[in-house]
């Protein structure tokens, strides 16, 4: 299993072997260091997608270290 990446400032989890540039806000403050995560399917129907003020679709962690 590839290595999950995410970004410090939206959360937004990615394989390290992408970009090493977070695909949704371009931010290059990446960490391995995170807990648990949430799929966002439809943000504009989520209350979770509203709590995190997600607004793309994707995977996001909720705890980031």
Request: some cysteine; overall charge negative; hydrophobic content about 35%.
């Given at each position: 299993?590839?290595?999950?990446?995410?970004c410090?400032?939206?959360h937004r989890?990615?394989?390290a072997d992408e970009e090493q540039a977070c695909e949704s806000c371009g931010s290059t403050s990446l960490t391995?260091?995170?807990a648990g995560?949430?799929?966002?399917?439809?943000?504009?129907d989520s209350e979770i997608a509203r709590e995190?003020?997600?607004?793309?679709?994707g995977a996001y962690a909720?705890?980031?270290r």
């Amino acid at each position: 299993m590839a290595t999950r990446l995410v970004c410090r400032e939206c959360h937004r989890v990615q394989n390290a072997d992408e970009e090493q540039a977070c695909e949704s806000c371009g931010s290059t403050s990446l960490t391995e260091d995170w807990a648990g995560y949430v799929v966002i399917a439809h943000p504009e129907d989520s209350e979770i997608a509203r709590e995190m003020e997600v607004t793309e679709p994707g995977a996001y962690a909720l705890k980031v270290r």
